[in-house]
């Protein structure tokens, strides 16, 4: 719970927009495109301003209504390549 916090803290427009779902069984695969500008603290690197644009997927597993087991996946070496690329900027 904690690392969402710091997300969102860290990327306080953050949207996502569902690109895909499936569902079969007992799971729910989720796939999301997300945008925001980084504006925080985010895996070591200051606040850069860059506009983030990347990738993730979630997967769960249910046992009735309650997750019992959850799969996250977000594209963050492109969000580190853009948060780089914008700071690379700044220094210029």
């Known amino acids: 719970?904690?690392?969402?916090?710091?997300?969102?803290?860290?990327?306080?427009?953050?949207?996502?927009?569902?690109?895909?779902?499936?569902?079969?069984?007992?799971?729910?695969?989720?796939?999301?495109?997300?945008?925001?500008?980084?504006?925080?603290?985010?895996?070591?690197?200051?606040?850069?301003g860059a506009k983030l644009h990347f990738e993730g997927m979630i997967m769960r597993r249910f046992e009735g209504e309650k997750v019992a087991e959850d799969w996250d996946y977000f594209d963050f070496p492109t969000v580190v390549s853009q948060i780089q690329d914008s700071l690379n900027t700044i220094k210029s």
């Not at 916090?5 to 999301?32: N, Q, T, W």
């Open 1 to 48: 719970m904690e690392a969402i916090k710091g997300f969102h803290a860290a990327i306080p427009d953050l949207k996502s927009e569902i690109r895909d779902m499936v569902g079969e069984g007992d799971r729910l695969v989720l796939r999301f495109n997300f945008t925001g500008t980084h504006q925080g603290e985010f895996l070591g690197f200051p606040s850069s």
